[in-house]
Nanobody, 126 residues
Framework: VQLQASGGGLVQTGGSLRLSCSASGPPHKIYHMGWFRQAPGKERDHVAAIRWNSGTTNYANAVKGRFTISRDYAKNTMFLQMTALSAEDTAVYYC????????????????????WGQGTQVTVSS
């Protein structure tokens, strides 16, 4: 599975951005997709995840109520709508896909994701 992330850019505090991640390549099975972000000098952190078939979502506390993860099942594309952005959201955002089944309520850990996109920079200026 090849993942292509897009939609990053420069935005002012309080602004919005929409990230996209498209999956392509040989026939594949996706159980979860997720967004992570990594700020300079920091670890890569979970932002949001979505169970591919059901659409069940999971968010990091830092983005709850501001970010919305969604997917277009037919187009194998995932989105991250980000609103009320602040400087703390500045990071490289990565999308990832996991092809292993997990029981309901369990989302993949960072290390369990099989495929990663190249990352897209999000910069929030004050």
């Amino acid at each position: 599975v090849q993942l292509q992330a897009s939609g990053g850019g420069l935005v002012q505090t309080g602004g919005s951005l929409r990230l996209s991640c498209s999956a392509s390549g040989p026939p594949h099975k996706i159980y979860h997709m997720g967004w992570f972000r990594q700020a300079p000098g920091k670890e890569r952190d979970h932002v949001a995840a979505i169970r591919w078939n059901s659409g069940t979502t999971n968010y990091a506390n830092a983005v709850k109520g501001r970010f919305t993860i969604s997917r277009d099942y037919a187009k194998n594309t995932m989105f991250l709508q980000m609103t009320a952005l602040s400087a703390e959201d500045t990071a490289v955002y990565y999308c990832a896909a996991d092809g292993d089944f997990l029981p309901p309520g369990r989302r993949p850990k960072l290390s369990e994701y099989d495929n990663w996109g190249q990352g897209t920079q999000v910069t929030v200026s004050s």
